[in-house]
């Protein structure tokens, strides 16, 4: 048996404080079922806490951050509200262990989204849209992990950033997106990076949630997946994503202390 | 001019990547017998080629625009683009089968295309010289070839290769400038509905546009400027894929519509 609460435990204090632990596969393999309930204990304790869930993250949905990391399925996250970071914010380095951030199209939901949904209908229940920037942190050691790893440690969930909300364009499926450091193009990409059409990934977050028995409420944030590879954040450096059709997101890392 | 440049070795050199492309066989790069830094006798060796078009019966039809993505101008470490010459029987219309042996060691990447109204000949021509002179602008594949065995170029190496071109492929429908953002529409390169390369304008030169006023300058410099009915092929969006015989590629760039490159199977 899988100490699902044990684990639990491990990879939230690791995000609590911030601090590199070993894959939990070390001692031993576990199911992708044992992973989504070491991640979901590790969310109530969260929760427990005061946080609030708000949504869900959808994570290795392109084939460069596949290749990134050597995993090819696709893995949702929770987001809690404490991982919200204001449009235009400061973020401290220190809560984190070795943060990365990735360009994303964050959508909204009117209304809840549950079971085995097609693209269109997804799309239809997405009351608004916004470009996004998502703090990923794994909290292994050298950013190493197993698939199971990764989902029990509520796939590197850890910080979001969501631009102005506004009215969804007809055809989500290729806008561009170019990522900068302090002024300067570090990733230029698309949304099209995202299963060819990140209105995909929120069908496949529905159905993954119906697979556990769970669904997206309204007003829930979905973060449909990367956009473009990952960057490492350093200590002042100031981060933009600009997306076509739909402008811009960012926010500050603070110097180093 | 410190260098001057060496007629003879230019003539043989431009004749070693004719030989290539007639007889069907790559042949050794040119650096061998140049020095590395040397682009006045690289662009000697392309211009010498076009000349021999020209007297074929080829006509110009524009410009290429090459070497405008950061990665592929880390890879080759130079720190600006380079050009080469189309001619109209490069260009392919959206979805006419191209024979799979047509461009030596072919490669492809999705591109804007722009087709000018007005002739650039003004002095230190700016990106304003360049808008106003634009009548359209067109989704593009390029297929990009190589005369030099295995890919293995450098910087003089490609600009002698005629900036490794190969043939253009024109999608639709035409569209204005007015409203477009070239900077940030995305693009999306698909083979048989699998992506393939993913990127956005401003993967080329931070800009489509920036990368054609560059070219529009460098044309005035070298005494050859952008002409009316000029065609600017203005660089990749997106990392370049390998093409083999039965691809079947289309590109999507966002607010300009979409274009396909059908390759014929191997001795069709």
Redesign the interface.
Request: hydrophobic share 30%.
């Given at each position: 048996m899988t100490d699902i609460a044990g684990y639990a435990r491990i990879v939230d204090e690791a995000a609590a404080r911030a601090t590199a632990i070993p894959q939990l596969t070390r001692e031993g393999d576990f199911t992708l079922e044992d992973a989504y309930a070491i991640q979901r204990a590790s969310v109530a304790r969260r929760v427990e806490r005061g946080e609030r869930v708000v949504g869900l993250k959808m994570g290795f949905t392109s084939r460069s951050k596949a290749a990134q990391m050597g995993v090819f399925d696709l893995i949702h996250g929770r987001l809690t509200d404490a991982m919200v970071i204001e449009d235009g914010g400061i973020v401290d380095l220190a809560r984190y262990v070795h943060p990365r951030v990735e360009p994303e199209l964050a959508v909204r939901l009117a209304r809840p989204l549950k079971g085995r949904v097609g693209i269109a209908e997804a799309w239809a229940a997405v009351e608004a849209v916004a470009p996004a920037l998502e703090i990923i942190d794994s909290r292994y050691e050298a950013f190493k992990f197993s698939l199971v790893d990764v989902v029990a440690d509520n796939s590197s969930s850890s910080g979001f950033v969501v631009g102005a909300w506004q009215t969804p364009p007809a055809d989500p499926s290729n806008l561009g997106i170019v990522m900068t450091f302090d002024g300067l193009p570090v990733q230029v990409g698309s949304t099209a990076a995202v299963l060819g059409n990140p209105v995909r990934a929120l069908a496949a977050a529905a159905r993954m949630l119906a697979d556990a028995g769970e669904g997206l409420e309204a007003g829930s944030i979905v973060l449909t997946g990367a956009a473009t590879p990952a960057e490492a954040l350093r200590p002042g450096v100031s981060v933009r994503a600009e997306m076509e059709a739909l402008g811009m997101v960012g926010f500050t890392v603070a110097p180093r202390g | 001019m410190t260098s001057s440049i060496d007629g003879a070795l230019v003539e043989r050199l431009a004749a070693r990547l004719r030989d290539a492309e007639a007889g069907r066989i790559p042949c050794p790069p040119i650096r061998d017998e140049i020095p590395p830094g040397d682009v006045a006798t690289a662009y000697a060796i392309q211009q010498v080629n076009a000349e021999h078009g020209i007297r074929a019966g080829r006509r110009v039809v524009g410009r290429k625009i090459g070497l405008t993505s950061?990665s592929v101008q880390k890879q080759l470490g130079v720190d600006q683009p380079d050009y080469g010459v189309l001619f109209a029987d490069m260009v392919v219309d959206d979805g006419e089968p191209i024979a799979a042996t047509r461009v030596l060691q072919p490669k492809a990447e999705a591109e804007v295309a722009l087709v000018l109204e007005r002739d650039l000949t003004v002095e230190q021509p700016t990106v304003v010289d360049v808008i106003r002179a634009v009548a359209f602008a067109l989704p593009a594949i390029e297929v990009v070839g190589s005369r030099i065995a295995n890919w293995d170029i450098r910087l003089v190496d490609t600009i002698a290769d005629n900036a490794s071109s190969g043939l253009i492929v024109l999608g639709g429908p035409p569209r204005i400038l007015d409203g477009l953002?070239l900077?940030?529409?995305?693009?999306?390169l698909?083979c048989r509905g699998e992506?393939v390369s993913?990127?956005?304008?401003?993967?080329c030169l931070?800009s489509p546009l920036v990368a054609a006023a560059w070219l529009a300058r460098k044309m005035v410099e070298v005494g050859t400027p952008l002409r009316a009915g000029d065609v600017v092929m203005t660089g990749a969006l997106g990392p370049m894929v390998p093409v083999a015989p039965g691809d079947v590629l289309e590109a999507?760039i966002?607010g300009l519509g979409s274009v396909r490159a059908v390759f014929g199977r191997e001795g069709a």
């Open positions: - | 950061r953002d900077r940030l529409c995305g693009m999306t698909e992506p993913v990127g956005a304008g401003a993967a931070g999507r966002s």
